[in-house]
């Protein structure tokens, strides 16, 4: 079957040296199994181990555990890293954390702990790399946002302001970093199909309702993510800094309309 990152030429990211976090499933697994399919090497980073260490032998890439939420944790991944491949060239921030939850019933310890995972979590990750990524001259931190903060998003107070904030590091690190010859970069997925955050954010019937509301017509891949993600690291993008770029299939865009189709 074809894939969207078919178009890539096999080694197009040979010498690169990626650490992915929350790259043992979903959204970030694509991430990190296409950046090692053409040719970087690759350090997935999550709390679950077990499923870590499957992941790294699918794709090929290896494995530490390690939650975002602790900054030593993510030394020590970053050490692995440097020990293994001798540099750090890319961080994709992808570690996230999310349910349905409405405000008024959603406890502070609820909120905080989506923004630990997603914001505090994308900024321990980011300092960890720092140094490496400053040396490599050539670094890319990519951040995994979203979309829901671009509208207010019934029952995600928490995940909308988590990853509002997730874009604001883009754009600061793109300003103070640049200077070291690190862009910071950003993906925002719209649904995305055969993932977690859609079991969780669309359950049930929802799942079916929720593509009417896609200009496209349908969800997107997680290739279709992966695919952003190698374009953002690959010489194309070499002058795309401070952006979030959105892969959506329209659907942040588009409002229901009552004439027409
Ligand atoms: C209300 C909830 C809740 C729920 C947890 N909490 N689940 N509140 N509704 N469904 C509250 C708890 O009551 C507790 O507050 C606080 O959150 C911490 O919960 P813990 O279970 O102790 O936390 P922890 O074990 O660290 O788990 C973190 C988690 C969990 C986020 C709550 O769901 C998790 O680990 N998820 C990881 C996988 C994941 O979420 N993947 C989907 C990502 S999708 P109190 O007050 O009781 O102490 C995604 C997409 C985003 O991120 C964008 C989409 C478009």
């Known amino acids: 079957m074809s894939s969207p990152l078919d178009v890539f030429r096999d080694d197009l990211l040979a010498g690169h040296v990626a650490l992915v976090t929350g790259g043992g499933t979903g959204i ?4 990190a199994a296409a950046y090692a399919r053409l040719g970087a090497k690759v350090c997935i980073v999550s709390r679950k181990l077990d499923v ?9 890439a290896i494995a530490v ?10 030394v020590v991944a970053v050490k692995t890293v440097l020990d293994r491949f001798g540099k750090l060239t890319t961080l994709v921030n992808g570690a996230a954390g999310n349910f349905l939850a409405p405000a008024a019933a959603l406890s502070p310890n609820g ?7 997603d914001l505090l979590g994308t900024f321990n990750a980011t300092k960890a790399c720092a140094e490496a990524l400053m ?3 050539d670094g890319l931190v990519l951040n995994i946002s979203a979309t829901l903060h671009y509208h207010g998003t019934p029952l995600q107070i928490h995940a909308s302001a988590a990853k509002a904030g997730v874009d604001a590091v883009t ?3 793109a300003v103070e970093w640049g200077r070291f010859g690190i862009r910071a970069c950003g993906i925002a997925p719209g649904p995305i199909g055969d993932t977690e955050g859609m079991k969780r954010l669309a359950p049930g019937d929802a799942t079916e309702k929720a593509k009417q509301f896609i200009p496209a017509g349908r969800f997107g891949t997680i290739d279709e993510i992966a ?3 190698v374009y953002l690291r690959s010489p194309a993008a070499a002058y795309i800094t401070g952006h979030v770029l959105v892969v959506d299939g329209g ?3 588009a409002t229901p309309s009552v004439v027409g189709t």
Do not use: M, Y
Not at 111 to 117: P, S
């Open 251 to 253: 659907h942040c865009i």
């Open 65 to 74: 555990a390690a939650d975002v939420r602790k900054p030593d944790d993510l």
């Open 52 to 60: 870590l260490e499957q992941t790294a032998k699918e794709i090929g």
């Open 171 to 173: 754009k600061n690190l």
């Open 227 to 229: 695919a952003a993600a």
């Open 135 to 137: 040396a490599s001259k």
């Open 111 to 117: 909120f905080k702990t989506v923004i630990d995972i």
């Open 28 to 31: 970030c697994r694509g991430i």
